[in-house]
């Protein structure tokens, strides 16, 4: 991914700004927004458009179990990974911050990936999320 953007990334996930959820890129229970990893650079995203004046994602609010989940329905469903846009404009390489990290079988396939949403929704800390970026931004 794009060094600079994954500086700015690793910031805003340490800022204690944003309140860490779990498998959608955002939800809203009772007036308050908690973010995944991924939600969080959705949200940079938003703002660098705002700011640049470019046209934000337009985002679609729905209902579900109590809770209100806001997706980007741009290019299919995009309530639980990057959108598109977010994708490219910080240089990922796959929509859930994917990485490889195991070891290649006897045909040369990749046997053991892991991903940045995967991380999140099983307990890792925006902190040590971060920590990861800062260290390997360069295979996201």
């Known amino acids: 991914m794009k060094k600079e953007i994954a500086i700015k990334w690793v910031k ?5 700004k944003y309140k860490q ?4 890129l955002c939800t809203i ?3 308050n927004k908690k973010f995944c ?3 969080v650079l959705t949200d940079m995203y938003q703002k660098d458009c705002k700011a640049k004046k470019r046209k934000q994602l337009p985002s679609k609010e729905k209902k579900l179990y109590g809770e209100i989940i806001v997706g980007y329905n741009v290019d299919g469903r995009q309530d639980q990974a990057l959108p598109h846009a977010v994708k490219n404009w910080a ?5 859930n911050g994917m ?3 195991g070891d290649k ?7 053991d990936f892991c991903s940045l949403a995967d991380a999140n929704d099983n307990g890792f800390t925006f902190k040590q999320i971060a920590s990861f ?3 390997h931004y360069e295979i996201l």
Do not use: P
């Open 29 to 31: 229970r009772n007036g």
């Open 133 to 135: 970026i800062e260290k």
């Open 21 to 24: 959820g779990k498998h959608n």
């Open 37 to 39: 990893c991924l939600g």
């Open 105 to 111: 079988d006897r045909s040369g396939m990749e046997i």
């Open 99 to 101: 990485y490889w990290v």
């Open 12 to 16: 805003a996930l340490r800022s204690g």
């Open 91 to 95: 240089g990922m390489q796959d929509k």
